[in-house]
């Protein structure tokens, strides 16, 4: 029994392979993202290591805020000395790394766009993990050295200028080093180092430093000498271990980035769930076909047990083929996400792939379960099949009970995705959690409407054959027929093409709603003047840019907002934005006043807030109450409410406060957003270009748009994660198609006879293509309504709490209507190579073909 | 456009020869023959005796391994796919012993079938006629799970005949109907060479359907070994007999 399950695989083998193909790719995926991921950390933890070579002990500030803050808690510089008094402390170095800008003589930036660069100090000889490959060390100012792989990409060498850029005005110096770290790639970072005087006054960090690095004396040990520096530090001084230092900052990562890895998953296992219905699909089908191979089986005493084993089998060596195939292509994948990224411009540091265990397991379990759960209906039916089926022709039609039956699971399962979805948008639990009820409310959905679909398989291929019927009268009309002749079949297909393409809609929809809500908001808000900020949207521009801007003519003020993150204490606990504007603030934007006005807002004292409404209800706020936040200085706050606005896109954050508080406890002196306003009558245009030449010159990370550009910035942002959003969606895509070329495959063997009396009778090589092209449009057609609709639908219920956030939904129709041809268009191409072989059939063969 | 003395189809020295080697089968051996306008002709042979393989061959389904075929004035030995298939669509009928109808269609749909594979307008008067000849007028929109085997036997039979075709090939189309039903199916073929100028080439095994022809010819391992008047039922049982 067992050699004949096998002898039944091998006899289809291409079928089977196209069949393992659906989960290849899945698995590949999943495989991938862990592979991608792993790498990275890997590459993090080698950097990280690398980079404390010879170092003991690291001192840096403890930031007590509980999300990631944009500014980073400096130490000052009077530990040092403290520290180097310790006994057993053999070197002690304080030393900067702070992120910056990098730019050759000609302000070209140097490094891709999202990619972090930095500027850090020189350490004394016995501290320093940079190796310098060419040139030396830079010894004194006017003097710097840069990392050799972004110096190559730069295409820039010894003696060249280097431009950087911190707090402050852009500097330019000599390049005299090209360094590296041990091994490791940094993927897009670069890294410029130069004295430690020089690095301090770069970034405004004058008698202060991002850390303390340490080197023990011969004999003393790293934990002990941490212990003895605790001692003469306090507490909001950090000491760790080398060691420690090194795990801190990969766990760091792997929280930052654990975002990617959970999106990769996401993506990999919706292409898994696609791949599931194709499976089933598959099996189904073959069952049906094989019903008098079971039949004859059965007659010469083969028993249920055997039946099911023989299909069950053919699983297990299907997600065997899956998982060893899969697990393979998991490192091209890898290699082509990091091709992506790269592309995008999201370079990120790697080492040799890395394939961990847990990857080998989950993609072995992964491909092992969908294939046999899959697989295990349509096996079930095979056993009821009855030894009479040898005789007659017999198919296990699904009875009047069942189909109730399935109408009632569908009804319930819809209803409780639904509820799932509306009690994860309502809120109420972390993140995760709504999360979770989210995407498993949707996975119920979709099931729900699967099995739903056959009954709508037949008006919809109506719908969308009708068309194709006018332009090609018969063979358009038996399409349509034969797409609505197993209903069950063709509503598989088609819904394993609604799942992605109820994802691509979801998204297209969303994004729309964001890029019309936002552009809603800039033209209401920021209505005709000029905008600085960087380059890269979201990092801080030094100060001086704003005070360069208001010289210049035309221009009667500059507003600026400055931006740090604090943990609120007591109330909801979390972390929330603060920006601090200028008092002139609502000459460059308007504020939706809830209570307060602009003239509370000018008047401002420095322990006044003006807070968002959302933030107000999170906590329980009206005006004259108290607040205390607290910074990642360690400074605590105690704020009075003096006014509340609307929030609208979260663009002002959750509270303002004045500019000396952003100073004094957040230790934030660099601007977020320059709002340029005009004198009333100067011409925009010429403005913008003097503050182009000017402003942009001395600070090169610094950008100016007008309101146009600005839309277009952040419309572009949006963009560019939707499309990598459709990328990683391609992937469902394709094997959903793959579906519907398998399923049609299997189609037409079953029809050979009937494609033989065509051509018989007449019917051309061509007319044959045509009929299963438009087939194959139709189901895909069929798949491309029912996941529109349902994207819609979801993008809909998903828009409806943020509405008071001032998100509204808009529907891009064109872009809809485009992924119907598109769709439409994907069912032609996948019917080429089963049109073909229809095509080809010999006549006669067909004919007598059983 | 038939040739000049009338022949429909006429073949010459038509050979098959399947395999090569020890497995070698020769399914025709030499067979020279031709076929009259309106004329009703049966062939009859034992199983294996090359019938199917010569009919096939006649309707440029299979290609022979030596010989020619002219149909209609045309030589159709060589033709390529595209002008085979125009020659099939223009100018054959086929009836095949299982009932091949499209699932999807309904009855009339199959009917005209041929027509519509070519894209031209069915001329409603002799669809109509068609239709009451075979006696369906009230299956017209039946799906043929709807229609008895007889039924949808005489529907391809009507589907053969409505392009007017220069021959209708028929192979055991009542191989698979009791007697009835087939003396409904043989009468049809009868009244289309009568009534409508049809010409008709049966494969059989039915004495009974062969009695209903003008010409039986009788092949054995290959060859062509009686070609005469059937006679009746009786007389072709007797002939049978002889050849065995
Ligand atoms: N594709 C083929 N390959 C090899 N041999 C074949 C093939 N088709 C037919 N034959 C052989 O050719 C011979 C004639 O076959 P054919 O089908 O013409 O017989 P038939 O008279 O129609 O028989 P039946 O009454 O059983 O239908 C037989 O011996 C058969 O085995
Ligand atoms: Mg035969």
Redesign the interface.
């Known amino acids: 029994m067992t050699k004949l399950a096998l002898k039944s695989i091998w006899a289809r083998k291409v079928r089977a392979f196209a069949t393992s193909l659906a989960v290849i790719l899945g698995v590949a995926f999943i495989a991938g993202s862990y592979v991608l991921t792993d790498t990275i950390f890997a590459a993090f933890d080698e950097i990280f290591s690398e980079s404390l070579h010879g170092t003991a002990v690291v001192i840096t500030a403890q930031n007590p805020v509980k999300q990631e803050t944009r500014e980073v808690p400096t130490v000052p510089a009077s530990y040092l000395a403290k520290v180097q008094g310790v006994p057993g402390v053999k070197e002690a170095a304080g030393a900067i790394f702070t992120p910056g800008g990098l730019f050759d003589a000609e302000d070209k930036a140097i490094g891709t766009k999202f990619a972090p660069k930095f500027i850090s100090s020189t350490l004394p000889k016995g501290l320093e993990s940079l190796t310098y490959v060419d040139g030396h060390r830079p010894r004194g100012p006017g003097e710097a050295s840069l990392d050799k792989a972004a110096a190559e990409s730069a295409g820039l060498g010894i003696g060249d200028t280097l431009k950087i850029i911190g707090a402050g005005r852009v500097e330019p110096f000599k390049l005299v080093g090209l360094t590296q770290l041990g091994q490791a790639s940094f993927g897009g970072a670069s890294i410029a180092q130069v004295t430690l005087p020089i690095a301090q006054q770069l970034t405004h960090k004058r008698g202060r430093f991002d850390q303390i690095s340490v080197a023990s004396a011969p004999g003393v040990s790293a934990v002990a000498l941490k212990r003895r520096i605790e001692k003469v530090l306090p507490l909001s001084a950090r000491v760790e271990t080398a060691k420690e230092k090194a795990a801190r900052s990969t766990e760091e990562i792997r929280e930052g980035l654990g975002f990617l890895q959970t999106i990769l998953l996401v993506f990999g296992y919706v292409a898994v769930l696609v791949g599931a219905f194709i499976i089933f699909n598959t099996f189904s089908i073959t069952v049906a076909q094989r019903v008098s191979e079971f039949g004859v089986l059965r007659t010469l005493g083969a028993s249920r047990r055997q039946i099911l084993g023989s299909v069950l089998l053919e699983a297990a060596a299907i997600g065997l083929v899956g998982a060893v195939v899969g697990l393979a292509g998991g490192y091209a994948v890898a290699a082509g996400l990091r091709a992506l990224f790269t592309a995008i411009g999201f370079g990120l540091p790697t080492t040799g792939l890395v394939m961990e265990a847990r990857t080998v397991i989950v993609s072995v379990l992964v491909a092992f379960l969908v294939t046999f759960v899959s697989a295990l209906v349509p096996a079930f039916r095979s056993t009821r099949v009855p030894p009479i089926a040898a005789l007659h022709a017999f198919t296990p039609s699904p009875s009047r009970r069942r189909r109730v039956a399935r109408f009632a699971i569908a009804a319930i399962l819809g209803a409780v995705g639904i509820a799932l979805v509306v009690a994860g948008l309502a809120g109420g639990g972390g993140v995760g959690a709504r999360a979770a009820r989210i995407g498993g409310g949707g996975l119920a959905v979709v099931v729900a409407v699967s099995l739903f679909s056959p009954t709508l398989v037949r008006p919809l291929a109506d719908v969308a054959g009708w068309p194709l019927e006018r332009v090609r009268h018969l063979t358009g009309r038996l399409a349509r027929e034969n797409a609505k002749r197993s209903p069950g079949r063709t509503a598989i297909t088609a819904a394993a093409l609604m799942i992605a393409l109820a994802l691509v809609t979801f998204i297209t929809v969303f994004a729309s709603g964001l890029k019309s809500s936002v552009a809603t908001v800039i033209d209401e808000n920021f209505a005709g003047g000029l905008v600085i900020e960087n380059s890269d949207g979201f990092s801080p521009i030094p100060a001086g840019a704003a005070f360069a801007a208001a010289k210049v003519p035309g221009v009667k003020s500059v507003a600026t907002i400055r931006t740090a993150e604090a943990d609120v204490l007591g109330g909801s606990g979390g972390t929330v934005k603060v920006n601090g504007p200028t008092p002139n603030i609502e000459e460059g934007v308007d504020i939706e006043w809830l209570a307060g006005g602009p003239a509370r807002l000018r008047h401002l004292a420095d322990d006044e807030a003006i807070v968002s409404d959302s933030f107000a209800r999170e906590n329980g706020l009206e005006v004259g109450s108290k607040f205390t936040l607290l910074s990642q200085t360690g400074a605590r706050p105690r704020l009075t409410v003096a006014g509340e606005f609307e929030s609208k896109l979260g663009v002002f954050g959750s509270v303002l406060v004045t500019q000396k508080l952003m100073a004094d406890a957040f230790r934030q002196t660099k601007d977020t957003t320059d709002f340029v306003i005009l004198e009333p009558h100067a011409d925009a245009a010429k403005v913008q270009t003097l503050l182009t030449l000017g402003a942009e010159r001395a600070f090169p990370t610094a950008e100016v748009l007008n309101q146009g550009e600005l839309r277009e910035e952040r419309e572009k942002q949006i963009d560019s994660i939707v499309q990598l959003f459709y990328l990683l969606l391609g992937l469902a895509v394709v094997i959903s198609l793959i579906g519907v070329a398998n399923t049609l495959g299997l189609s037409i063997y079953e029809r050979t006879r009937e494609l033989g009396m065509l051509r018989a009778i007449g019917m051309s090589r061509r007319q044959v293509r045509t009929m299963i092209r438009y087939e194959a449009v139709i189901t895909a057609l069929i798949g491309a309504m029912l996941g529109l609709v349902l994207g819609v639908v979801f993008a809909a219920l998903i828009a409806q709490p943020l509405k008071q956030e001032g998100f509204t939904l808009s529907y891009p129709v064109g872009t809809l209507v485009g992924i119907l041809v598109l769709a439409g268009l994907a069912g032609v191409v996948v019917a080429i190579v089963p049109a073909r072989r229809a095509s080809r059939l010999d006549v006669l063969e067909s004919l007598q073909y059983e | 456009m038939t040739t000049e003395d009338g022949k429909v189809v006429v073949a010459e020295d038509l050979t098959k020869v399947y395999g090569s080697g020890d497995t070698e089968v020769v399914a025709l051996a030499g067979v020279t023959t031709a076929f009259d306008r309106d004329r009703f002709t049966a062939i009859m042979g034992p199983s294996g005796s090359g019938k199917s393989t010569l009919m ?1 061959i006649l309707a440029g ?2 290609t022979p391994t030596a010989g020619t075929v002219i149909l209609d004035g045309i030589e159709i030995t060589g033709l390529d ?2 002008a085979l ?2 020659l ?3 100018k ?3 009836v ?1 012993q ?1 009932f ?1 109808l ?4 309904t009855a009339e749909e199959n009917l005209v ?2 027509l ?4 031209r307008r069915p001329d409603q008067e002799w669809v109509d006629q068609l239709i009451l000849t075979v006696g369906l007028e009230d299956r017209r929109t039946h799906r043929p799970s709807e229609l008895s085997g007889g039924q949808q036997q005489r529907v391809a039979v009507a ?1 053969a005949l409505v392009s007017k075709p220069a021959v209708v090939f028929a192979d055991e189309p009542t191989g698979n109907l009791d007697s009835k039903a087939s003396a409904d199916v043989l009468d049809l073929l009868r009244r289309a060479v009568d009534e409508f100028d049809q010409t008709v080439v049966m494969v059989t095994h039915d004495p009974v359907a062969a009695a209903h022809a003008d010409r039986l010819i009788t092949l054995r391992d290959g060859r062509i070994v009686h070609d005469g008047a059937p006679g009746g039922a009786d007389d072709v049982i007797e002939l049978m007999k002889q050849l065995d």
Request: proline content about 7%; glycine content about 12%; cysteine-free.
């Open positions: 096939h389904l299979d796919d595209g298939t125009r099939r669509r223009d054959l009928g086929f095949f299982f091949n499209l699932p999807v269609l079938l041929p519509s594979i070519a894209g589907r």
